[in-house]
């Protein structure tokens, strides 16, 4: 076990959420209650400050509306920005700062989520909200809120992307525009179901499987991935769990994914081999964000109470406990 704890980048992205979702009303719903569950676990001891890290800077960049989430590429070279309200992506160049290229879908008429008020609202179907590259960064998948399923990008080479109107294959067109230039590039991807309110996608290290949690669904769908065959991925299982679910990670060393289960207060484990639900690890209600370091160890984003948490993947032990400013969400480790 690595002897120095990792540096924990911690993103708060106030996104709109509030104008998307599904159109189903669960009466049995934890969050739509707005009510938390006790805590299973007891508080683990606090540690010393850790004094080696320091702050250095803080950089803005301009992005549309809503921004929800973003992703690196493996290399480190290039930024995604998922903008819910703006139904766009947004790619930046690190070294720079400038935005190169954004990916924007045409909108069309759908039902979303007014997060609020707990009920269905009139809204448009292609927002996006979470992302996972696949195939060595070729491939970008991304969940679009409220049309019940996720879409494949070729970000390298657009001429793979070839769907085409097609009863039998929904498709979701989408404009390139290169800012300060009149250059359009224009062509159609496949939208492959997976649920109501798609949520966070995670993949296995090898790019054949990836998972995504479907928020009012109550489920996760498995994905076998294949670039040769379009429409490149396609569903083969579907994953009931006990309540909302959000973050995913995926351990491919002991062959295990978690889930957290937002809407309760448990991760629910997945047997990489078979695809089917494990056991169940009680924690702290209101898990949102999952990542795993080189160790084995779960560090888990508790979005209502207002921390951080490092635990035992193996048995569910809480090794230790951070505070962090309000509803902490997505969590990067470097």
Same mark, same amino acid.
């Given at each position: 076990?690595?002897?120095?704890?990792?540096?924990?980048?911690?993103?708060?992205?106030?996104?709109?959420?509030?104008?998307?979702?599904?159109?189903?009303?669960?009466?049995?719903?934890?969050?739509? !209650?707005?009510? %938390?569950?006790?805590?299973?676990?007891?508080?683990?001891?606090?540690?010393?400050?850790?004094?080696?890290?320091?702050?250095?800077?803080?950089?803005?960049? !301009?992005?549309?509306?809503?921004?929800?989430?973003?992703?690196?590429?493996?290399?480190? @070279?290039?930024?995604?920005?998922?903008?819910?309200?703006?139904?766009?992506?947004?790619?930046y160049d690190r070294a720079?700062?400038?935005?190169?290229?954004?990916?924007?879908?045409?909108?069309?008429?759908?039902?979303?989520?007014?997060?609020?008020?707990?009920?269905?609202?009139?809204?448009?179907?292609?927002?996006?909200?979470?992302?996972?590259?696949?195939?060595?960064?070729? *491939?970008?998948?991304?969940? $679009?809120?409220?049309?019940?399923?996720?879409?494949?990008?070729?970000?390298?080479?657009?001429?793979?992307?070839?769907?085409?109107?097609?009863?039998?294959?929904?498709?979701?067109?989408?404009?390139?525009?290169?800012?300060?230039?009149?250059?359009?590039?224009?062509?159609?991807?496949?939208?492959?179901?997976?649920?109501?309110?798609?949520?966070?996608?995670?993949? @296995?290290?090898?790019?054949?499987?990836?998972?995504?949690?479907?928020?009012?669904? &109550?489920?996760?769908?498995?994905?076998?991935?294949d670039k040769n065959v379009?429409?490149?991925?396609?569903?083969? &299982?579907? %994953?009931?769990?006990?309540?909302?679910?959000?973050?995913?990670?995926?351990?491919?060393?002991?062959?295990?994914?978690? *889930?957290?289960?937002?809407?309760?207060?448990?991760? +629910?484990?997945?047997?990489?081999?078979?695809?089917?639900?494990?056991?169940?690890?009680?924690?702290?209600? +209101?898990?949102?964000? $999952?990542?795993?370091?080189?160790?084995?160890?779960?560090?888990?984003?508790?979005?209502?109470?207002?921390?951080?948490?490092? *635990?035992?993947?193996?048995?569910?032990?809480?090794?230790?406990?951070?505070?962090?400013?309000?509803?902490? &969400?997505?969590?990067?480790?470097?």
């Amino acid at each position: 076990m690595q002897t120095l704890l990792p540096l924990i980048s911690i993103y708060f992205l106030t996104a709109g959420c509030q104008n998307s979702g599904s159109t189903s009303v669960n009466q049995f719903d934890s969050l739509q !209650q707005k009510t %938390i569950l006790a805590d299973t676990t007891p508080i683990a001891p606090v540690l010393k400050p850790y004094q080696n890290l320091k702050y250095e800077s803080k950089e803005s960049l !301009q992005a549309a509306l809503g921004t929800k989430s973003v992703i690196f590429n493996a290399q480190g @070279t290039h930024l995604y920005a998922m903008n819910l309200e703006g139904m766009s992506v947004y790619e930046y160049d690190r070294a720079d700062r400038k935005l190169m290229k954004e990916f924007k879908f045409t909108p069309t008429k759908g039902m979303g989520w007014d997060y609020n008020r707990n009920r269905p609202i009139h809204s448009f179907q292609e927002k996006p909200v979470e992302a996972c590259f696949s195939n060595h960064d070729e *491939i970008l998948w991304v969940s $679009l809120h409220n049309a019940e399923g996720i879409v494949p990008i070729w970000v390298k080479d657009f001429s793979k992307n070839t769907a085409t109107v097609s009863s039998s294959q929904p498709t979701k067109p989408i404009t390139v525009i290169y800012p300060g230039s009149s250059k359009q590039d224009h062509f159609r991807v496949p939208l492959i179901h997976t649920g109501k309110t798609p949520k966070v996608i995670a993949k @296995t290290k090898d790019s054949k499987y990836l998972l995504v949690s479907n928020w009012h669904s &109550r489920t996760t769908s498995v994905l076998a991935i294949d670039k040769n065959v379009y429409p490149f991925g396609k569903v083969i &299982r579907t %994953i009931p769990v006990s309540a909302i679910p959000r973050g995913i990670v995926v351990d491919d060393k002991n062959k295990k994914s978690y *889930i957290a289960i937002m809407g309760g207060a448990s991760l +629910n484990v997945v047997d990489n081999t078979t695809w089917q639900s494990d056991t169940t690890l009680r924690v702290w209600s +209101n898990p949102r964000h $999952l990542v795993m370091d080189t160790s084995g160890r779960l560090f888990v984003s508790y979005n209502r109470l207002g921390s951080l948490a490092c *635990i035992d993947a193996a048995t569910g032990k809480t090794i230790f406990t951070a505070k962090t400013h309000a509803t902490p &969400r997505t969590t990067i480790l470097s």
